[in-house]
């Protein structure tokens, strides 16, 4: 019989705004709505949460949030029985006093190290490793995301496909998706509809002007964000409200409000290219089935270069040659190495290779699901533990 935890413990300590939070909230919730699991999330920054989930309560110590149950990870930490499924995203340390608990439970947790995404080879190599711990008799594993069957997947809730393709395929209620944007339904001649969520870019004056002179006309969607300020200064503004809309030549941006997780896919589904930024939207353009480019969350050493280059090259495989170069160099332009305007006119050449494959590579993602991997792991532990006894 397989076993399943009753209780899991989420840990979240909050680095990059909102994308550790993101995948954090994506993971609780499913594994509470579609497995049932009684999950408590640990979060230290609850004002970043409350931008994906306006629901929550900055101020409040413990909630429960679509049978999610949240606490305020801050100062000193709360006496509180282990879950028997225990995951730290992020290599976050996990409080002292808890880890304590978990050494003195009858029965050991399953304790996970969620790790960042990560196309890279050595991935498949390090995932479930064991590390146990230096002083405790506890073990902790390390799970990593991925993009092969022998890593551990990509979040994925059991419709979102469905409801996906359920969208695309029903003009009516597109029509009306755009209307409550404030964009209009109707499209020019040859015009392509394109999501900019970003991380501050310095390409970004070259990419907008790219838009401005291009022989098609664009509607770029620009959620609140980090990137904003930079493009309302490229139309001489000294900041932007939702609604703002400006026009210059063939490109017309169109300002909207930051919305919680569920509403952010219709927009990747709605546009024709997507621009999103760290891990948790980069997944979720995967999902829309539609081309994307990809700004990764840039490190001081400059590693994230070769992240970007591994899913870049794992992408790619499967396209015609210079649709993969295409779009290859268009995400490191994107990302401060290369001519983002050279770079634009190739990618859009290469549109409707990208979009073609794009259906393809989320397709054979969505074999690969991370919520029900860790699930399974769960059960591997307790049969490998239950043996040793």
């Given at each position: 019989?397989?076993?399943?935890?009753?209780?899991?413990?989420?840990?979240?300590?909050?680095?990059?705004?909102?994308?550790?939070?993101?995948v954090?909230?994506?993971?609780?919730?499913?594994?509470a709505?579609?497995?049932?699991?009684?999950?408590?999330?640990?979060?230290?920054?609850?004002?970043?949460?409350?931008?994906?989930?306006?629901?929550v309560?900055?101020?409040?110590?413990?909630?429960y949030?679509?049978?999610?149950?949240?606490?305020?990870?801050?100062?000193?930490f709360?006496?509180?029985?282990?879950?028997?499924?225990?995951?730290?995203?992020?290599?976050?340390?996990?409080p002292?006093?808890?880890?304590?608990?978990?050494?003195?439970?009858?029965?050991?947790?399953?304790?996970?190290?969620?790790?960042?995404l990560?196309?890279?080879?050595?991935?498949?190599?390090?995932?479930?490793?064991?590390?146990?711990?230096?002083?405790?008799?506890?073990?902790?594993?390390?799970?990593?995301?991925?993009?092969?069957?022998?890593?551990?997947?990509?979040?994925?809730?059991?419709?979102?496909?469905?409801?996906?393709?359920a969208?695309?395929?029903?003009?009516?209620?597109?029509?009306?998706?755009?209307?409550?944007?404030?964009?209009?339904?109707?499209?020019?001649?040859?015009?392509?509809?394109?999501?900019?969520?970003?991380?501050?870019?310095?390409?970004?004056?070259?990419?907008?002007?790219?838009?401005?002179?291009?022989?098609?006309?664009?509607?770029?969607?620009?959620?609140?964000?980090?990137?904003?300020?930079?493009?309302?200064?490229?139309?001489?503004?000294?900041?932007?409200?939702?609604?703002?809309?400006?026009?210059?030549?063939?490109?017309?941006?169109?300002?909207?409000?930051?919305?919680e997780?569920?509403?952010?896919?219709?927009?990747?589904?709605?546009?024709?290219?997507?621009?999103?930024?760290?891990?948790?939207?980069?997944?979720?353009?995967?999902?829309?089935?539609?081309?994307?480019?990809?700004?990764?969350?840039?490190?001081?050493?400059?590693?994230?270069?070769?992240?970007?280059?591994?899913?870049?090259?794992?992408?790619?495989q499967?396209?015609?040659?210079?649709?993969?170069?295409?779009?290859?160099?268009?995400?490191?332009?994107?990302?401060?190495?290369?001519?983002?305007?050279?770079?634009?006119?190739?990618?859009?050449?290469?549109?409707?290779?990208?979009?073609?494959?794009?259906?393809?590579?989320?397709?054979?993602?969505?074999?690969?699901?991370?919520?029900?991997?860790?699930?399974?792991?769960?059960?591997?532990?307790?049969?490998?533990?239950?043996?040793?006894?």
């Amino acid at each position: 019989m397989r076993a399943m935890p009753q209780t899991c413990d989420i840990f979240c300590a909050v680095v990059d705004n909102y994308g550790d939070i993101g995948v954090c909230w994506r993971l609780a919730r499913q594994l509470a709505h579609e497995h049932e699991v009684q999950v408590r999330l640990w979060v230290d920054d609850l004002a970043s949460f409350a931008k994906l989930c306006p629901e929550v309560n900055p101020v409040l110590e413990r909630q429960y949030c679509r049978e999610v149950e949240v606490w305020h990870w801050a100062g000193t930490f709360p006496e509180v029985q282990p879950a028997e499924l225990v995951i730290g995203a992020f290599a976050c340390n996990l409080p002292e006093r808890y880890v304590a608990a978990m050494a003195q439970q009858s029965r050991e947790p399953v304790w996970l190290n969620l790790e960042y995404l990560s196309a890279e080879e050595w991935v498949e190599s390090h995932h479930k490793l064991p590390s146990p711990h230096p002083r405790l008799p506890l073990t902790k594993y390390f799970f990593f995301p991925g993009f092969t069957a022998k890593t551990g997947g990509l979040l994925l809730e059991r419709d979102l496909l469905a409801r996906r393709d359920a969208f695309l395929a029903d003009p009516v209620q597109q029509q009306a998706y755009w209307r409550n944007l404030g964009v209009a339904p109707e499209r020019a001649e040859g015009e392509m509809r394109v999501s900019l969520f970003s991380y501050e870019n310095g390409n970004i004056e070259a990419l907008l002007q790219a838009w401005v002179q291009g022989a098609l006309p664009v509607v770029c969607c620009v959620p609140e964000g980090r990137v904003l300020p930079q493009v309302a200064a490229f139309f001489g503004q000294q900041g932007a409200a939702p609604g703002a809309c400006w026009q210059r030549g063939n490109l017309r941006v169109h300002v909207l409000p930051f919305v919680e997780q569920e509403r952010y896919d219709p927009l990747l589904w709605a546009c024709d290219t997507n621009f999103v930024r760290g891990e948790d939207s980069c997944v979720r353009a995967q999902w829309a089935g539609k081309p994307f480019v990809w700004h990764i969350y840039p490190q001081h050493d400059g590693v994230h270069m070769q992240k970007l280059q591994a899913l870049a090259a794992r992408y790619g495989q499967g396209l015609p040659a210079a649709a993969a170069q295409a779009n290859s160099a268009m995400w490191q332009a994107w990302n401060g190495e290369g001519t983002v305007a050279v770079a634009w006119g190739a990618f859009a050449a290469q549109r409707l290779e990208l979009q073609a494959h794009a259906g393809v590579w989320a397709q054979g993602l969505a074999q690969n699901n991370l919520a029900l991997n860790l699930l399974d792991f769960f059960n591997e532990v307790g049969r490998i533990r239950a043996f040793e006894i």
